[in-house]
C-alpha cells in the first residue's frame, strides 16, 4: 500500500537537502541563482529521485516512499509541464536548459516508474501511465538526434523507450478491455520499422486493438519503407502528427540512404541531372534547402549553378549511426 | 500402440522395453509416455503426485525411468482431470530437466532413449502452447505469457548443450545425433516467439557438424529443411529458401500430404519470386486454392486484382504467416505489367505516361509521375529491368537485349 501522497517524501527531502542534492528545478526562486550548494529545497517543486533499488529494495518499498496511483498521475503531469514550457524545443536542443530540464524530467519519470513497478499497478493504470510518459521520449529521441543535446545519452534514452513501450505492450497484451492510445500504437510499430522486416506481421495481430484508420496508416507507412518507395513514405510522413515523425527518425536516414542508391542507380547516365529541389523533394527534406545541400555533401555533390545535381558525381557511402544530418526534416 | 488393461500392466511393458535398451524400445517407450497416445485417455493413469502414494520403483530396470512414468502420470492428470495446463507445462519441464541431469549427462556411450527425449520434447511445446493460451486468457495471469515458451526453449537449449558435448562416445552411440531434433524443437518455438535471431548458432552447428549430417533421422532432416527455408524466406535469401523448402518437398513421404501442403504454402511465396508460377491443378491438389488468383493477377500484372485477392484471402495468408511475403508481389507484379507495356510500345524509349496508362487500367489511380520513376527506379536497382530513367524526357530508356531479365537469373545475382 503506498502511502506518500507528495510528489517527493518528507524523508527524502530531508535527505537530499542535508547531503546538497538539490536540483536547479527543485530549488526555492531565491536561491536558484547561486551554487548547487546554496539551493534550498521547494517542497512544492520537490520530486522523488530515481535510484538505484537492487542492494536495497526493502528500504524503497516502504509504503511511505512510494506514491499511490494518483500522484504518480499528478507527478507525470508536473514533469511534463516542465519539459513542455520550452517552447521551440527542436531549436533549443543545444541550450544548457533544454538539457538540464531533459535530465531532470527523464530521472524523476523513471522514479515513477519504480513505484509504479514496486507496488504492481494494474494494467489499466501502467498503460494509462506508459500513454502519458512515452510521448516525452519519443520526442526527445527525435529532436536529440537531430541536434546535440549535452544530456543525452542514446543508448540509456533507447532503453528507457523500450522499458516504456516494453510495460505498455506487455500490459496491452494482458488485458482485453483497454484501447490503445492511437499515437502510441502508431509510435511503438514505426520505432521498429528500420529494424523488423517482419512487423507488418506483427501489425496484422495487433489489428484487434487498432481502429481501421489507425491501421490503414501505419500499414501504409509500413507497406512503402519495406517497399523502399520514398516518395510514398515521405508524401505520408509529411502529414503525420510530430510525434510520429519523431518515432520514424532512424527509418527516415536509412530510407534517406536506401533512396540515393536507388536514384544513383537508375538515373545514371554521363549527362544525367536531377533538380536539387526535386530530390529534397522526394527525400522530404525541409523546403529551406539548407539540409539537404549538407546532406548532399555526405555524399560529396554540390549542386551546381542551375541548382541541379550530377547523379554521376554522388559517391555512395554508408552513413554513420548517429549521424544527424540524414534526419532533419 | 498395444492395448493397456491396467497400471500394472501400462508399467509392465515400460519395464519389459527397458531391458532391451534399443532405439526400437526407445521408440516405443515414447509412445508410453507421450501426451498423444491412446493410453493418455484412460482414467486409471490419470493419477497425481504417483510416486508419493504409491509404491515407486514399479520400472524395476530403470529408477529414472520409472521416475519419469510417475511423472507423466502426473502430467496426464493435470491435463484430463484438473484441466490445468500451466502446472503441466511446469511438470512437463521437471521430467525434461530430470532427463538431462541423470540420462543425458550420466549415461555414456549410450542414446537408445533418445526417441523417448524427442517425444518428452515435442509434448512440452504442446504444453506450453496451451499454457499460453490460458495465460492471455486470464487477465490474473502471468502477463508474459511468452514465459513459457521461454522456459521450455531454456530447458531444451540446456540438453542441447549436453547432447554436443558428447564428442567421446562411441560410433554410432553418441548423443550429438540429437543435436537436428533439438534444433527442429527450439525452430518451432523460437518461430512461435518470434526470436529467430536465437537460432543462428545453432544453425552453424548444423553447418558444421560434418559426416554427422548423414546420421540424423530423414525425417528431422525434412523439418529442418523447412524450417531453414522459412526463415530463409523471412530473411530475403530467396536462394536458401528455395533449397531448403524444394528438399523438404521432395523428401517429405507422399503420403503425407499435410505436410507437403505446409511445405508449398512457403515454397508457392519462394517460387513466384523467382518467376515459376504454380500451376492451377497442383494449387488445387494441395487445397491450396486461396492461391489461384494471386498467381493469375501477377501473371497479368494485374495489380488492382493482387490487391483484392490478397484482401479476399488475407486471414488464410496472415495464419500461415506470409502476408508480409505476398506483398512483396506487388513489384514482380509490376515488372510483368511493365514487361507487357514495354512491348506494346516496342521501342527502347518508352514514355512514363504508358505506364501511368497502364497502371490505371488496372485498377492503380493513385501514382504519380514523381511515384512511377520512384518505382521504376527500384526495379532498376533490383536489377529487375536493365536500363535508365531520362527524367527530363520523362522516358525510360530499356536495354535493347534482355531488358526485363529472368526472375530467377535475378535473384542469384
Known sequence: MATCNTMCSLSEIRFRSKNMLIDKLEATASSRDGPRSKFIADPNKMVKEYSRSAADTHKCNKPELLRPFPVLMQTVD???NLFNGHKDRQQRVTSSNFSSTFLFVSDRLRAVRQDMIMQNLNSTQTITLMEKMLPFYLETDGVCKMATCFGYNSKLHDFQLEECFGRWYEELNASSDVTPHPLISSAFFFRQLHRKPTLLQDLYTFRGKLSEEVFSLTKRVISSYNSNNYYRFFKLFKDLDPLLQYSLSDSVSYIRQSAMRIIYTAFKTPVSKLPSHLISDWLGFPTDTIFFVDFLQLYNVIPDNQGNVHISAIKLIEILENDQISRQF | MSFVRNISDYFNKIDNLCYNQSWESGDKIAKYLSLNDDHSKEAYLHISEYGSTSRRCRVSEDEIIDEIVCLHLHVLHSVHVAKDLISSQSTQIRII????????????DENWFLP?????????????????????????????????????AKAITECYRTCVSDVHAEEGKTKKVAMLNMTNQLFQIYFQINKLNLLKPLIRAIDNCGPLYNKFLMADKVAYNYFLGRKALFDGDLILAEKGLVYAFRNCPTESVSNKRKILVYLIPVKMFLGHMPTASLLHRYRLDEFQEVVAAVKDGHLGRVDNALLTNGEFFIKCGIYLVLEKLRTITYRNLFKKVSQMVGKVQIPLDAFQAALRFVGVTDVDM??????IANLIAEKKVKGYLAHQHQKLVISKTNAFPTLSSVSSN
Open chain 1, 78 to 80: 508536473y514533469l511534463l
Open chain 2, 97 to 108: 530437466q530430470l532427463f538431462n541431469k541423470e540420462i543425458l549427462q550420466k549415461r555414456k
Open chain 2, 116 to 152: 523417448i527425449f524427442y517425444r518428452l520434447c515435442t509434448d512440452l511445446r504442446w504444453l506450453s502452447k496451451g499454457a499460453e493460451s490460458c495465460a492471455s486468457g486470464d487477465d490474473e495471469g502471468d502477463s508474459n505469457a511468452n514465459s513459457f515458451f521461454e522456459s521450455a
Open chain 2, 370 to 375: 514523381d511515384e512511377l520513376e520512384c518505382i
